[in-house]
């Protein structure tokens, strides 16, 4: 059986973006983006 990995930045709250709308708060930094990239790379399928 395959396995799901699931990933969307959120905040604890559970939002994606800030009051306004905005989603900047969610870009990540390099270490951060560089832990993205090593989580996706062996999945298969990517949409």
Do not use: C, H, Q
Not at 3 to 22: C, H, Q, R, V, W
């Amino acid at each position: 059986m395959a396995k799901l990995i699931y990933f969307t930045p959120t905040s604890l709250d559970g939002f994606i973006a800030d009051e306004t709308g905005n989603l900047d708060w969610a870009a990540p930094d390099e270490e951060g983006f560089a832990f993205i990239n090593d989580l996706l790379r062996p999945i298969g399928f990517l949409v």
